[in-house]
């Protein structure tokens, strides 16, 4: 299924806490990492495992890892560094790939302004990171950039998702599988997702509110 609304209870209520107006930087802050953190489990629990038979306390015991899987985890910047923690915390040794993505506030449009990836990026599987997927043009240029590189297998971890652009990311790229903590009702006339959390690289990063 391309998207997973995660419906556990600790994501329902780390959520509903960064819905608050007035919450601080650092409540905001702390509660993206635990949530993405959170998608992070669920993004992961059909990778495969392997038995080992290691040397335990008390002789040989078989034990299960996890088999054959790269990772590199791809924050969107900003607001995408909000989250990265939060990924590396349960999955410490991927690598990063970071893409600079801004969206023109007048026109929507979102433009590429850095691209760091790392290689083998054909056997490796990539984990967008973005606190908002609202008109999916951000994350459909990632997704592009990407597998121009030679990215087979995507996943993206978002906050909250609007319809509208879970529906084109969908459309333009059917293989990727979505998940997030809400798929929100509507995009507002200035592409703000509604309810939402307002514009999230200014929370996480303490810069000037605009006016959405
Ligand atoms: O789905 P879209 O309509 O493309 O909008 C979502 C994008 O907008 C925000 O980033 P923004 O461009 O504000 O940059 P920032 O992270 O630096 O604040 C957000 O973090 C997403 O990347
Ligand atoms: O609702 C939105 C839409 C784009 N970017 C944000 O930070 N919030
Ligand atoms: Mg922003």
Known sequence: M???EVKHPLIRHKLGL???AD??????RELAQEVGAL???EATK???LQ???IEGWAGPVSVEQIHGKKVTIVPILRAGLGMLDGVLSLIPVARVSVVGQIR????LEASTYLEKLVGELDQRMALIVDPMLATGGSMISTIDLL???GSTEIRALVLVAAPEGVERVLEAHPDVSIYTASVDDHLNDKGYILPGLGDAGDKIFGTKQKDV
């Open 23 to 28: 919450i601080s930087t650092k409540n905001f």
């Open 51 to 53: 038995e080992k038979t």
């Open 39 to 41: 998608l992070t489990y």
């Open 18 to 20: 960064m819905r608050r």
């Open 46 to 48: 059909d990778f495969n």
């Open 147 to 149: 597998k121009k590189a």
């Open 2 to 4: 391309p998207i997973h």
């Open 104 to 107: 023109n506030e007048e026109t």
